[in-house]
């Protein structure tokens, strides 16, 4: 029996409970929302091979090799030494053709492919130049050093260069065009429209050609195609993605990261400044999670992001602690690492007649950012120094001198660690707690927030999910979501913000070439090449915020049934050898005030039906009819794949004889959002 107290005041909702969390982690950006299709554009990454690219020949008399051009190369010719175009791109990709029959170019196998849709225009953009090759000069004073040169590969590099989509065995081109390559030594940007016909069929057995039938020496460097992005931004997102999370109606976006933005190393900490600006001024740089990242989702892009979903920032600042436990201590030593943060704080907020304030309308974007909430750093409870605490108070103090409205939020929570928590001055205003667990867990802690101490400072769940199911999680995780979730909401006048973490996976496994490209598991959304979809924890997220009133309703249980939870091996090291009960039905509500709509989730985590009688007291007068939404499934491990996207969807109809009390079965293994009327 569930009674909802409509006697007694509810506390209100944190406006701000559901929001999104993003990092790069398992090609959530390059390879994934950030719509760049050419992998390795600025041929930085596996500095031996091009990775990513090969030689294309139609013939295979033409004599052609392509080769990485490093600015220090030793036995470089002399027009190779004008190779880097600016600091940043320094790497370039050589294509010589000492002899052309036929077509000879370089292909690009994209992340995974290249999608190929009917009726698309593709902005492909390089910089390429063309020579010949000559005899290297002599030493300065041989005799022989006026002599002039002879060519050994002959320049014909000017003329017509086609810029190709086309399967991988080039036997069939998706879209074409062709650049007049300029006879210069120097670097130009070429820019082109790629536009498939409309009966094309959508296929990722493709590759991005630049090709010539010409002799020479060819330099390119970066190397750029993209897709129709979201809202037409330029340097933007995949539509799918962002509509996806567009529909999850999340209050805010924290960013950029996780460990994306401590690094492995010091030196490897999110380089927000050289993440600015135009593509050619960004290297990337290393990244935590196995790859290089580009960096074309910067600081900005990440500010158009929150803007495009109507999300608000969370930004996490670098807090001079990394991946492998070094540290730097508060202090003089830190201070440029707190400048650092207060420049990127700028950037955010900051009027057009501040320094950084100013970059951001030269970027394109003079109005101010909305922004309330700092964090600094991640998961500082890794750092066994404890030197959080003094680094927290240089970091806040700063920020708060600066910028009194701003909240810090600080990375150790109390009660997961007391021993480490920031004591020195007042208390954080909010402490940030992550929880990675299994379902039975979330079930077993689903209440944990009953009894946190309403005077201390509020909780931002900054990542948390219920790990089951790979890449995406499954049923049971999705069980386990619902009902932590029902917890957080039931207590969200201390819960004032919750993401769940990882939000995206690249689902696609090893090729022959690339490698499998996700490394963590249990994720939200997964998508391809070509198309995504949602977990079923996507769809319980995106249920959660929809259906969420501005109130909470008090609620009492009675006669919950409970099942016990299989031991651990931590409860076999407690000495634990009775499984303790967990319930097996979770709940909570909400009511808007303005419109009287009652919010009831209810989640049944057995696999049989669960009878439910619910009581509305002193409600007055309820509609008859209600909207209720169900998500269900047969067995915990079902779930949805990027072949069988809508296996786990909700799904709403109405339902009639609500009254004051009224009795529901609950579908095994399921979810239930009742949208009752009062009135
Ligand atoms: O979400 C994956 C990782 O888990 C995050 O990068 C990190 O903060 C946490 O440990």
Redesign the pocket.
Known sequence: KLTLDFTKPGATVSPMLYGL?T?E?NHSYDGGLYAELIRNRIFKDHPNTPEGWSLVRQDSSSNAAIKLMAPTESNVLFDERRHAITGALTTCLRLTVEKANGRVGIANEGYWGIPVKPNTAYRASFYIKGSGSVQPPRRPGSQQSVAPQRPVIEDNTAGPIRVTIESNDGKTVYASGTIDLAKSIYWKKYELTLTTAADVKPTTDARFVISTDRTGLYYFNLVSLFPPTYKSRPNGNRPDLMQMMADMKPKFLRFP????LEGPLLTDAFPWKQTLGPLEQRPGHKG?WGYRPSDGMGLLEFLLWCEDIGAEPVLGVYAGYSLNGDHIDAGPLLKPYVDDALDEIEYVIGDVNTYWGAKRAADGHPEPFKLRYIEIG??DWFDRSNSYDGRFNQFRAAIEAKYSQLICISTIADAQYPDLKVTTGKKPAVLDE?Y?RNSWAMWENASQYDSYDRNGPKIFVG?W?TREGAPTTNLIAALGDAAWMTGMERNSDIVIMSCY??LFVNVNTATTTAPKAWQ?DSDLIGYNTLNSYGAPSYHVQKMFSHYLGDKIVPMTAENIPTQPRPLTRRDSADGKTTPPLVPTVFYSATKDEKTGAIYLKVVNTLGKKQPVEINLMGIGKVSPEATLVVIKGDKPEATNTITDPEKIVPVASKIKGIASVFTRSLDPYSVSIFQLQIG
């Open positions: 969390m990092e982690i990261g996780g460990n994306f935590s991640n998961e992550h990675y990542e999910a973490a990882p963590w």
